[in-house]
């Protein structure tokens, strides 16, 4: 799957799929014996999506029978992408409802794909999330959600739009506020995006957020890793699960700015916490050796001060 500037996806095809492949992992996670999410419906949407290998997984059917002799490295590598979502899930749960303690009202979703967190987390009254993705993935959402007769626990509005597009604009035109404070999340995205467009990603964020408006999101400082090497490595680790889908491709190299660095240049101050400190959080045991990949993986938290 080679990315194009323009290109475009369903949630069975492309950077799609793996907004599928995170919510079969959700599934997985919240019917664990002490689960640290609670995710109700994603099996449910992973069902409606159709595709087969992540159907059966969160109906049980593990792709074993296939090599019974590796059951057990099977086993093993299923958890160990089961906890990298459910910690980086746990993270951002954690994140917006902290933002609403605070007092924030407006929260933004970017690149929502099957996020369900306007229905499943305890938003206070008043809030309101917006859901900010291409037109097919958030026509699939609504109808499913819609059949599931899912009701949001806050003001959901959703935003049909490439983020390559003048979403910021289909943003406010859709009732965002940019006078109150926002808690905004770019969850498992920077790397689908090429370097300009993070930095570009940002710059909006900053120019749409009032004083006290908050941001989470996680990158990879100095890594010795290549976004291509590391999506070679989520491919092959999910293709020893039995996936037969191509995920290797999605990634954008090049030579990206600091996330630390940008936002501090851009007014925020910034809070960092490595993923292995949040595995240790969520009581996970962190997969150092299995999974080098994760090591410089930072979870990122940002306070915008002021538009000075």
């Known amino acids: 799957m080679t990315r194009t500037d323009q290109d475009s996806w369903d949630l069975a095809s492309s950077v799609g799929a793996t907004a599928t492949m995170v919510a079969a992992a959700r599934a997985v996670a919240t019917e664990e014996a002490n689960p640290i999410i609670d995710d109700t419906f994603a099996a449910a949407l992973v069902r409606a999506v159709g595709l087969d290998f992540f159907t059966r997984l969160v109906d049980g059917k593990r792709p074993l029978s296939q090599a019974p002799d590796r059951g057990a490295d099977h086993e093993r590598n299923l958890q160990l992408m089961t906890d990298s979502i459910a910690v980086r899930t746990r993270f951002f749960d954690d994140f917006f409802l902290d933002a ?15 996020d369900t967190r306007a229905y499943r987390l305890p938003w206070p009254s008043g809030s309101t999330v917006y859901e900010v993705d291409q037109p097919e993935v958030v026509e699939f959402k609504n109808t499913t959600m819609a059949a599931l007769g899912a009701i949001p626990a806050a003001q959901r509005r959703t935003v049909s739009i490439d983020l390559r ?8 035109h859709s009732g965002f506020d940019d006078t109150q404070p926002t808690a905004w999340s770019a969850e498992g995205l920077l790397m689908y995006l090429p370097p300009a467009a993070q930095d570009r990603l940002f710059d909006n964020i900053t120019a749409l957020s009032a004083p006290g408006s908050q941001l989470a999101t ?43 660095d940008y936002l501090t240049a851009h007014r925020w101050q910034v809070s960092t916490r490595p993923r292995r400190e949040l595995f240790a959080d969520y009581g996970r045991v962190f997969p150092d050796d299995e999974m080098p990949q994760l090591r410089n993986m930072t979870a990122v938290t940002a306070t915008f001060e002021n538009r000075g």
Do not use: K, M
């Open 100 to 114: 609403t303690r605070a007092g924030v009202r407006q929260s933004v979703i970017l690149a929502a794909g099957l």
């Open 165 to 172: 597009d003048d979403w910021p604009a289909a943003l406010r």
């Open 218 to 260: 996680e990158f990879h400082p100095d890594s010795e890793w290549t976004l291509t090497q590391r999506a070679q490595e989520f491919n092959d680790r999910w293709a020893r699960l039995g996936c037969d889908i191509d995920l290797s491709g999605l990634f954008y190299d090049g030579e990206r700015s600091n996330v630390v």
